[in-house]
């Protein structure tokens, strides 16, 4: 199977790289050995978004219009609070996958 770059962009990176340890455990599970998830800012998405399959957006929904016009060629989603809130890494893989095909 492909193996998956996911990129968290969020306000600092703290509690966005435990949800990375858990859709990566979720990617593993449906076959998807070596995902690749990491949180950065928003602010350093310029090194970390190239090569990337989705970049997803925690807490910083508002920002969503201004990163599509940045990376026209990377999928840029939306993560609901509440399954960000809950840590719900799991949850948040399984829609990924099922919108994108994976």
Known sequence: MKKLKITLACA???????????????????????????????????SAAPGSDVILLPQVSYMKDTIVKKYPDIPVEVIYM???????????FNDMAEKFGW
């Open 12 to 46: 600092g990176g703290m509690s966005s790289s435990m949800l990375c340890k858990k859709i990566i455990t979720a990617s593993e599970k449906k076959g998807y050995a070596g995902t690749e998830c990491e949180a950065y800012s928003v602010h350093s998405l310029q």
């Open 82 to 92: 509440k399954d960000y809130g809950m840590m719900n890494g799991e949850k948040i």
